[in-house]
């Protein structure tokens, strides 16, 4: 029982640790590479997606030097297909891995508070899987080039969150019809 109270005291510690300190954004990412289509594997709930039963994919665009277009499509729970259109900005020019997103008119552009933090926390070396969040630890995505990911890779990028303070408990899979 001795040796027990400080293991437990010591992992509470490193758990409120992980959660005062912010996540950690990818040290490097090719902004070209991540461009394309990614299929949503899992997320945190979220009010963005909140019509999103099935088929969740991103296209992301490169407009200009910091700039990039967004392209949400999923299914609703009738089967409808939806659209929702944002942009990106490269907020950290050194690492491209943490920009900003807007899913607001451009009207609205100038108002801080339609920006939302969109950190590449991970990306394979390949490209073909990247794990995206929040600083608050709000919003969390893990994307794939293709439909499917493993289960070791999943389990992977789940204990790369969890260790960044995300709740991965929260954690939904994303239904991925093969239309």
């Given at each position: 029982m001795r040796t027990?109270?400080?293991?437990?005291f010591l992992l509470l510690s490193l758990s409120a640790l992980a959660q005062t300190r912010e996540p950690q954004a990818a040290a490097h990412v090719d902004a070209d590479r991540y461009m394309g289509d990614w299929y949503e594997i899992a997320r945190l709930p979220n009010r963005l997606e909140r019509d999103c039963a099935s088929d969740v994919?991103?296209?992301?665009?490169?407009?200009?030097?910091e700039a990039i277009r967004v392209?949400?499509?999923?299914?609703?729970?009738?089967?409808?297909?939806?659209?929702?259109?944002?942009?990106?900005?490269?907020?950290?020019?050194?690492?491209?891995?943490k920009?900003?997103?807007?899913?607001?008119?451009?009207?609205?552009?100038w108002w801080p508070f339609v920006w939302d933090d969109w950190w590449i926390l991970e990306v394979t070396p390949a490209y073909t899987q990247m794990m995206v969040g929040d600083p608050s630890r709000q919003t969390l995505w893990i994307f794939?080039?293709?439909?499917?990911?493993?289960d070791a890779d999943y389990a992977a990028f789940v204990a790369h969150a969890a260790d960044q303070g995300y709740d991965t408990r929260k954690l939904v899979r994303t239904p991925q019809s093969r239309r």
């Open positions: 027990i109270v400080p293991l437990l994919t991103s296209t992301y665009e490169r407009r200009t030097e392209t949400y499509r999923c299914r609703d729970a009738d089967g409808e297909a939806q659209r929702i259109r944002g942009v990106a900005r490269i907020r950290d020019m050194a690492s491209h891995a920009l900003e997103m807007r899913f607001a008119p451009l009207a609205l552009a794939a080039r293709t439909r499917d990911m493993s």
